[in-house]
Nanobody
């Protein structure tokens, strides 16, 4: 009933830029926060950036000053603008919608976290 669809990954040279998008679809009533996580080979999934409905942002130290997260609440869409990309930014990037509630036609669901399918970002020369 709820889907998160990501787009925008790919191969980029060091120093380059990419923009990731994630759109949540379904009968969505509210989403507390939306964010991006990444997982590099052999490593645990880590938070990259997150943004609340009110616009408060949180970034991993490793991406501060290079990445910018933004959100269109009306479209239930979150973006990640990535500049000055480094090889260590390589990984699968996952979109997260935290505390999402949807309407079934009869009631509102309990807040639940949803994940996208992931999009590969490779930074290499």
């Amino acid at each position: 009933q709820v889907q998160l669809v990501e787009s925008g990954g790919g191969l980029v040279q060091p120093g380059g830029s990419l923009r990731l998008s994630c759109a949540a679809s379904g009968s969505i009533f509210s989403i507390n926060a939306m964010g991006w996580y990444r997982q590099a080979p052999g490593k645990q999934r880590e938070l990259v950036a997150a943004i609340t409905t009110g616009g408060s942002r949180n970034y991993a130290d490793s991406v501060k000053g290079r990445f910018t997260i933004s959100r269109d609440n009306a479209k239930n869409t979150v973006y990640l603008h990535m500049n000055s990309l480094k090889p260590e930014d390589t990984g699968v990037y996952y979109c997260n919608a935290a505390g999402l509630r949807y309407y079934t036609g009869a009631y509102y669901s309990l807040p639940t976290d949803y994940w996208g399918q992931g999009t590969q970002v490779t930074v290499s020369s």
